[in-house]
């Protein structure tokens, strides 16, 4: 009657060895011990009820069974299941002693714990958890679990915050037990900023160092670092540099602070030469014309010229691309013949091929990687350049030699074929802001060639003004998208200039909100007048005012956008007017890594040849440069921020009274005082 009445697809259940069984006329379910949470046994109006508690909130419920025997059934069920379940509770017991001991023994490690190592640690956790006879939801319910399951899901759930603590704790006593190391290992003790980026340990890091911020200081304690702590030998350690001087300069400061000659800071030329030579046995020749501007251009302008004379196609795709585009007068007829158009466009060629030996790939690829945007109109230039490069690649192949950007996609080839075996355990790239996706792919082949590689990268992404050469400035923005999980560190003080320098500079970078936002403190205070807005007309009675407080060994470097604005007979004039006056002229681009006691910008106008720069970008640089930051004139904002901090003491912005630079207003705006006299 009782089944009759219930109407309910179950109404048998029999007792397993370790499970139950319920059934009905067409349905039957088994339920494992190991999948049971609760029993429940209830009276239904003239029948008796049992409900089973599973995982997700599942109830199976069986209706109809006669009430007396369903409270015995129900009785030896409960005996067998909790029989059961003690026996079970002492395996996950063993289980779960085991695992927050392994817990422990991970933390008190002598080491910086990685992220990586948290999630691997993580992913063990959860596959140990996965093979408990117990359901998790019982295992607090059991006195021989309940303190160490606790345990372990505290420590799960704390994850990453727990992690960053403990490895602050270590850190501190680093800091402590070493602390000899981080006064002596530079000429001025290491601040807490930079050592804490010395010794963290994490698979990819990017320290931001701001100008000033003792980036070189780093890189070098970071290299004693490892050898101190014999995390890696000496051979086991690549500085990678963009420059050979920059990379000449750090070998010496490695061998004069560390003593060490094994270690040896590269250029991504030479390692990408290192790599070839190892993984083909062939010794690459670097083509002449990479040192030989003037057979780059001449190679160029006679293929362009034999190009254009011979194909009608050719010659009128330059004509409206030269004369639409660029907006450039171009004679009729012969055009190409004309030997001033021909030398302005040279170094135009030269460039444009550049790009696309950067690119490495085929015209196909190149147009599939331009944006929808201009996609048309680049495919039309790329045909028109096609001859150019393939010309400039027989005179390599003729030359028995390789390009720059050759040399590159060649070390990568090799990398990735496996034809060499990356040596290095650690990778420390200088200046990394700088950083092109062609480089960024050599380091990524690098570190697959060696998975216990890391990446220790110092940069500043305020200091980025290189898109013009390929430099991709979201490889520092976003650093861990492309480099994996890591960690990033801030210098946070800067020992150049003044606050007052710094407060500036600062908030005029810090107005881009592309840009990274970080701390930068200085320790010396300025007045207001530490940066001043001036006519430019006011040159001259500056350096006469200069040259009666500035002192012999201190020195004045004026910086400007472009070569041509060199105020070349004021400074032959300065020879003899104010001998002992140390002036210098450099570009703001030439004057990355200087410093100087006073600086003052010249060229701050509005127009053609003024800062900051139109945007003159053919469409061959808006297809093969990284694509830039939507917010205005952001690389030129970042080329005036380093023309700011080149300074130790003093900034003078010149500005041109008819046509001022809209950077005047921002500077005012973030109150610069403008004087009308030196």
Not at 3 to 12: D, N, V
């Amino acid at each position: 009657m009782g089944k009759r009445l219930a109407q309910h697809p179950y109404h048998c259940v029999r007792l397993l060895a370790a499970g139950v069984e319920v059934s009905g006329d067409k349905h039957e379910y088994l339920i494992p011990f190991n999948q049971l949470l609760g029993v429940a046994c209830k009276r239904g109006l003239v029948w008796g009820e049992l409900e089973f508690m599973l995982p997700d909130d599942k109830v199976v419920r069986l209706h109809g069974t006669e009430w007396q025997e369903t409270q015995r059934f129900h009785h030896y069920l409960q005996q067998a299941w909790q029989q059961w379940s003690r026996e079970m509770s002492d395996v996950c017991c063993q289980v779960l002693n085991d695992l927050q001991t392994r817990i422990q023994t991970f933390e008190q490690q002598d080491r910086w714990l990685k992220r990586s190592e948290l999630s691997a640690a993580t992913a063990s956790l959860h596959q140990q958890f996965s093979a408990l006879p117990l359901p998790l939801e019982r295992l607090s319910e059991f006195d021989n679990c309940r303190a160490q399951w606790q345990y372990c899901q505290q420590w799960l759930e704390q994850g990453e915050a727990a992690l960053r603590q403990r490895n602050r704790v270590w850190t501190e006593q680093m800091l402590t037990q070493y602390r000899d190391f981080f006064v002596s290992i530079e000429t001025t003790p290491l601040n807490r900023a930079q050592s804490e980026a010395v010794v963290n340990g994490e698979d990819a890091l990017l320290v931001l160092a701001g100008a000033g911020s003792g980036k070189t200081s780093v890189l070098v304690a970071r290299a004693g670092w490892l050898m101190t702590r014999k995390l890696a030998a000496p051979e086991q350690i690549l500085l990678l540099a963009f420059g050979r001087q920059a990379a000449e300069e750090m070998n010496d400061r490695i061998r004069s602070r560390l003593g060490e000659s094994a270690i040896q800071a590269r250029t991504f030329h030479s390692l990408a030469l290192h790599i070839i030579r190892e993984g083909s046995n062939k010794q690459p020749v670097i083509s002449k014309l990479e040192s030989d501007a003037e057979a780059r251009r001449a190679l160029l302008i006679e293929t362009w010229r034999q190009q254009c004379g011979e194909k009608k196609a050719q010659a009128n795709g330059w004509r409206q691309w030269l004369r639409d585009e660029l907006q450039w007068a171009v004679p009729e007829g012969h055009f190409w013949q004309d030997d001033a158009l021909s030398q302005r466009l040279a170094s135009r060629l030269e460039r444009w091929v550049g790009l696309m030996r950067m690119h490495g790939g085929a015209q196909a690829a190149m147009i599939a990687d331009a944006p929808d945007a201009i996609r048309d109109s680049f495919s039309k230039r790329i045909r028109l350049m096609a001859p150019l490069l393939k010309a400039w690649k027989g005179a390599l192949k003729q030359e028995g030699a390789v390009d720059f950007s050759g040399l590159i996609h060649q070390a990568v080839a090799i990398l990735e074929k496996g034809r060499f075996i990356s040596p290095w355990k650690h990778i420390l790239v200088d200046e990394f802001q700088d950083i092109s996706p062609q480089r960024a792919a050599l380091l990524t082949a690098l570190r697959k060639q060696n998975s216990q590689t890391v990446l220790f990268s110092v940069g500043d992404d305020w200091q980025a003004i290189y898109r013009f050469s390929g430099a991709e400035m979201s490889l520092t923005t976003a650093f861990h998208h492309y480099f994996g999980e890591g960690d990033r560190c801030v210098l946070d003080t800067t020992y150049r200039f003044n606050d007052r320098i710094g407060e500036i500079a600062n908030g005029f970078i810090q107005q881009n909100p592309h840009q990274l936002t970080k701390p930068l403190n200085s320790l010396v205070k300025g007045t207001k007048k530490a940066i001043a807005l001036l006519p430019q007309e006011q040159l001259e009675p500056l350096l006469n005012k200069l040259s009666g407080y500035v002192k012999p060994d201190e020195r004045v470097l004026l910086l400007a956008r472009y070569h041509h604005l060199r105020p070349t007979t004021l400074l032959e004039k300065a020879k003899t007017r104010w001998p002992k006056l140390r002036l210098d002229f450099m570009t703001i681009h030439g004057s990355k890594g200087q410093q100087a006691d006073v600086v003052i910008l010249l060229g701050l106008q509005q127009g053609n040849e003024g800062f900051p720069a139109e945007a003159r970008e053919s469409v061959i640089e808006q297809g093969l440069l990284p694509q830039p930051e939507a917010f205005e004139d952001a690389e030129e904002r970042r080329l005036a921020y380093v023309a700011l901090t080149r300074a130790r003491q003093q900034v003078w912005l010149l500005y041109d009274r008819e046509q001022p630079s809209r950077f005047v207003e921002h500077f005012r705006k973030l109150g610069v005082p403008a004087l009308r006299k030196a």
